[in-house]
């Protein structure tokens, strides 16, 4: 989840906060507070061409509903901030913890609501970057890199690696 969007300032890293989502195995995007059709978009597009078209995508939801609606389904909340608990610490925790994972990443000040309601604060690394390296490196850690090697079946191209150049192959 995604929140604090500025549509003029951030319709281009809140997208790459989706694709990252997508790309690094979570199931959905939320963007709080605010619809954007670009980034709504953008977004499923890339589910068309790239496979995932299971992949939520859903905006203009109050974020603190969704947070409390998520808690009282059972649901954990992850807020990744600079100033929470070194991810290395707490990862395999909540690795074992059952049931389903929201992650929250801000934009610009994050509100005291999801320090306070966040079940961990997780920090990657103690210096300031950005929302889509936390988010992407979280992930990462989440599924011990196994999430690179994902194969998306309903994808209608796929990469087919090469040294040099670029090799676009469409599924049969
Ligand atoms: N000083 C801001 C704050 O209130 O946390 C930093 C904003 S930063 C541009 C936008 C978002 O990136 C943050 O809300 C957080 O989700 C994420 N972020 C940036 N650095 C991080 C770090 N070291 N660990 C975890 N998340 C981070």
């Excluded at 709504?40 to 939520?56: A, H, I, N, P, Y």
């Excluded at 990744?80 to 290395?88: A, Q, R």
């Excluded at 306070?116 to 988010?135: F, M, T």
């Excluded at 979280?138 to 209608?156: N, P, Q, T, V």
């Amino acid at each position: 989840m995604r929140i604090g969007h500025r549509p003029e300032r951030d319709k281009r890293i809140t997208t790459h906060v989706g694709l990252v989502a997508r790309a690094f195995g979570a199931d959905g995007f939320i963007l709080g507070d605010i619809s954007d059709e670009k980034v709504t978009t953008s977004l499923r597009k890339v589910c068309e061409m790239w496979g995932r078209r299971d992949f939520q995508v859903v905006t203009g939801v109050s974020s603190k509903k969704y947070v409390r609606e998520w808690k009282e389904r059972g649901g954990m909340v992850a807020h990744l901030t600079m100033y929470g608990l070194h991810v290395d610490d707490v990862i395999d925790e909540i690795r074992k913890a059952l049931g389903d994972i929201l992650v929250v990443v801000g934009a610009e000040k994050v509100p005291r609501y999801f320090y306070e309601v966040a079940d961990y604060n997780i920090a990657v690394g103690h210096q300031p970057h950005s929302e889509v390296a936390a988010l992407a490196l979280f992930l990462d850690r989440l599924f011990e890199g196994r999430e690179l090697h994902f194969i998306y079946s309903d994808a209608k191209i796929r990469i087919e690696p090469c040294s040099h150049g670029k090799k676009v192959v469409r599924n049969a």
